[in-house]
Nanobody
Framework: VQLQAFGGGLVQAGGSLRISCAASGFTFRRSAMGWFRQGPGKEREFVAGSRSSGGGTKYSDFVKGRFAISRDNAKNMLYLEMNSLEPEDTAVYYC????????????????????????????WGQGTQVTVSS
């Protein structure tokens, strides 16, 4: 299993950036996916989640309305479109995946609660740095 996040960089406050995650080695379309971030001196925190194909999305309060998670199951790609970026969004951004079998057994209500917790995910990428200057 591999998750490769890329596309991070330096952007000015108010700007936009799209980061991507290339997945391989598992049945991507059946897996719940998530984006997390970890800023300097902070714990890893949930940003956005996508249930397995067609299953819905979820966002943390601090990115709701500014960020959008999407996936291309044909290409095994996960995306995070980030708009109206703020210096507080500076962090390493990680993509994560849940094993397809467990994803398939997870009902909506459980996904809604569990998807925000890093421990729920089975696979992690190496992260991509996003820096927002003021």
């Amino acid at each position: 299993v591999q998750l490769q996040a890329f596309g991070g960089g330096l952007v000015q406050a108010g700007g936009s950036l799209r980061i991507s995650c290339a997945a391989s080695g598992f049945t991507f379309r059946r897996s719940a996916m998530g984006w997390f971030r970890q800023g300097p001196g902070k714990e890893r925190e949930f940003v956005a989640g996508s249930r397995s194909s067609g299953g819905g999305t979820k966002y943390s309060d601090f990115v709701k309305g500014r960020f959008a998670i999407s996936r291309d199951n044909a290409k095994n790609m996960l995306y995070l479109e980030m708009n109206s970026l703020e210096p507080e969004d500076t962090a390493v951004y990680y993509c994560a995946a849940v094993h397809p079998d467990r994803s398939g057994r997870t009902i909506q209500s459980v996904w809604s609660l569990s998807s925000t917790q890093p421990a729920w995910y089975d696979y992690w990428g190496q992260g991509t740095q996003v820096t927002v200057s003021s």
